[in-house]
């Protein structure tokens, strides 16, 4: 077992913006998440602010709530938003104060579990089924089909962390790799017996507590929507922002997703995923929902006349090159709706931080059809233009010409993940 550690270490910039440093922490280590910043990035943001245990860290794109987790390791009050229910749920197994005695419990009901003999058609969707038989044996789902129905045996205090744990039991098992973000079911990993996975996981998660003891303080608090509306928080309460938003690359956190939203009964089909997780979700993929892509006169009304004059240009690019692929993805409709809403949550940190807050972004630029974003500048203009002051945009690590994965067009120039670095004014 790697060495735990509650105290930042200091790590290569490149790995900052990344999650492969969470399995040497701690809680953080309990559910990882490829799109996440590492937690040392939030030690060195925490560090930098100099925050006092009354002030609040806050995370408008919380995803498995690393910023969080790190908060409450600190010692520091936090608060998040996160609309997608399995990244929501899962970060709440995280963020409550855990029991040893409760996780024996689970890891005892879940080695007492009998293969399901039933008709899945009872559990799942004709959908989900089709997909989860794609990346299970059929003795394996029908193992994992009775740590879901068990899930109503489990205190309701508890049931965040038991599913915690049995989605990380349903990654270990699954054949499937990772295909750049996606779940890609022609593909082949090595799996883990049900029996072997569940108990690692228990021991790595009693050992966590153990290691902990009683000095760790779980005040963060968690919101299940969106923060462009961030109604939960008053005015000038805030000390440090730490985030990364969905990045303007097409990649969608749904979909990355899938298999838990099937899993665990959040969706049933894929035009339930649309309308229960991304229509909660920043406009950043072309899947969408339609009309939120469509309705192109109201985004661009919300931004400036400026800043409009800076996006126009690569909105009629993409268009232009959209009429030579025909039948190809609607990307110019993803600009106008990403940076209206990412100025409604920026506008909204403003309203929340103090005056002379530290906001510290992590977001990627794009290549859509070759086209070069540069979506940090963009956003770094949006700041400034909503009461921001941008000390620096800062470049943490190069990806190359393209973005993860082979098959997209690439930039003229490369890409990259930076940490814009602002100032509440």
Known sequence: MKQLSLFEEQIPDEKLPTSLTSDRHPIHRWFNFVAGFSPEFVSQCLRHSQLKKEDILIDPFAGVSTSLVQANLEGINAIGFEPNPFLFDVSQGKLLPPNREEIENIET?????????????EIWSPDAIKFLLKLFSEPNLRQLASAVLKEEEVKPKYRSIYRLIVSRVVEMMSSSQTDGIYKAPTTKKRTISYLNAVTSLCNEIKTDINFLGKSIEYKARLYPVSSEKMLQVEDESCSLCVTS??????????????????????????????????????????????????NQLEFSRSLSPSFCSLVSPLIDRLKEEKKNRAGKKDYYLLVYPYFAQMQSVIKELRRVLKPGSYLHLVVANAALYGIHIPTEELLGELMKENGFEVMEIKLLRSRGQRWKLAKRDGSKQG????EIRAVRV
């Open 415 to 418: 890409l990259g993940e930076f």
């Open 245 to 294: 938003p969905p990045y303007l690359n097409n990649f969608d956190f749904a979909e990355m997703t899938r298999m838990e939203l099937y899993f665990w009964r959040y969706a049933g089909s894929w035009r339930e995923i649309t309308e229960r997780v991304r229509r909660q979700l920043i406009v950043n993929t072309t899947t969408a929902p339609t009309e939120l892509k469509r």
């Open 109 to 121: 009901l879940l080695l007492s579990l009998e293969l399901f003999l039933g008709n899945l058609a």
